[in-house]
T-cell receptor, first 114, second 121 residues
């Protein structure tokens, strides 16, 4: 079955450590996205990538980094510079351009930093 | 600035009844797209329905329909014959206008804060 996988589902880290969240898709989608969700809020875009080897900052990129070396993979690193890293992180992908192109989401990773 | 507003933090509906979830948007771009997603307690976002700004008719997908009123800038989701499994968070989202770095429409989405729907037996 085609889809998006995110691992792990729950992640715990100590403050000051970098942590990398995995996102893999086998939908052959060109575009991939990372969102952050905090309680009582909608999703906010961290980074997105329209093609391999390129990515763009979203609305809240500070303290995060990404890479897009392969079409199917878009890992997100939460660095120690991110002041409030505890949140629910969702990865998504879409076929590419077009106003009607919906985004497909992974199951999410819940990160807790203490 | 583009914005999505969902003014209902929570809603209750009786099983088998219809419910309307409100969404208003603000954009100066003539070309845009509007989406509704469902988020169960498991956390995954599930796409429900799409409405394009130039679509003449309201979108429908099974028990979901979108009441699109362009002049009012509203895109309310209507769920008919509610089921217990419809209990979830519902998010309205809008595709931003503008051009992607490599041409074509950007695929960035702006989300509202969501409405928590509880279906009662």
């Amino acid at each position: 079955d085609g889809g998006i996988t995110q691992s792990p589902k729950y992640l715990f880290r100590k403050e000051g450590q970098n942590v990398t969240l995995s996102c893999e898709q086998n939908l052959n989608h060109d575009a991939m996205y990372w969102y952050r969700q905090d309680p009582g809020q909608g999703l906010r875009l961290i980074y997105y990538s329209q093609i391999v080897n390129d990515f763009q900052k979203g609305d809240i990129a500070e303290g995060y980094s990404v890479s897009r070396e392969k079409k199917e993979s878009f890992p997100l690193t939460v660095t120690s510079a991110q002041k409030n890293p505890t949140a629910f992180y969702l990865c998504a992908s879409s076929e590419g351009e077009g106003y009607s192109t919906e985004q497909y989401f992974g199951p999410g990773t819940r990160l807790t930093v203490t | 600035a583009q914005k999505i507003t969902q003014t209902q933090p929570g809603m209750f509906v009786q099983e088998k009844e219809a419910v309307t979830l409100d969404c208003t948007y603000d954009t100066s771009d003539p070309s845009y797209g509007l989406f509704w997603y469902k988020q169960p307690s498991s956390g995954e976002m599930i796409f429900l329905i799409y409405q394009g700004s130039y679509d003449q008719q309201n979108a429908t997908e099974g028990r979901y329909s979108l009441n699109f009123q362009k002049a009012r800038k509203s895109a309310n989701l209507v769920i008919s014959a509610s089921q217990l499994g419809d209990s979830a968070m519902y998010f309205c989202a809008m595709r931003e206008g503008g051009t992607a770095p490599y041409g074509g429409a950007t695929n960035k989405l702006i989300f509202g804060t969501g409405t928590l729907l509880a279906v009662q037996p």
